[in-house]
């Protein structure tokens, strides 16, 4: 991070705690059958979100979730806007059919990344609910997407940039603003 970066804690370590135990007693509550359940996160912070909601959903059910990632990179809109990255290698380790299927992602914004991931998700099949969770709403919608699970929402300009911070990546964790 430059100098000139100024950052904001959003969520402390221990919030962010916090707000994912919340986050799951929520899926334990809203969705009837876990085992039907696949989470899918989508990169890069979505995947290490799903993983970290998946030992939480096992240590609060003893449910063994399945769990795969989806990369709409080559479902987007705006490719030549935001450009591409490393591709992940998509995997979605079940028939998606009669599934219930809940996209992770670190940070909705315009809705754009959903769209693409839920474009890419049906290319897989049809599966029987998409429900989807972010950490943080920043607000600036371009399409009607809205998350069923949020941590937490948080008004940014868009000169500003959310960062979720894990762990077992970063050493360090929360959620940041950033800006630019």
Known sequence: MSNKTKRIVILTEVELRKTIARLTSEIIEKVKNLENLLLVGIPTRGIDLAEVLEKELLSKTGVNM??????????????????????????????????EILLIDDVIYTGRTIRAAMDALYSWGRPQRVMLL??????????PIQPDFCGKKVQTSKNESISLRLNNIDNEEGVFLELL
């Not at 769990?67 to 028939?95: M, S």
């Not at 972010?134 to 399409?143: A, I, S, T």
Request: glycine share 6%; aromatic share 4%.
């Open 66 to 99: 399945k769990k795969g990632t989806i990369d709409p990179t080559f479902y987007r809109d705006d490719q030549n806007r935001v450009g591409t990255r490393l591709i992940k290698a998509t995997d979605i380790p079940t028939p998606i059919e009669k599934q």
């Open 134 to 143: 972010v950490m943080v709403d920043r607000g600036h919608r371009e399409l």
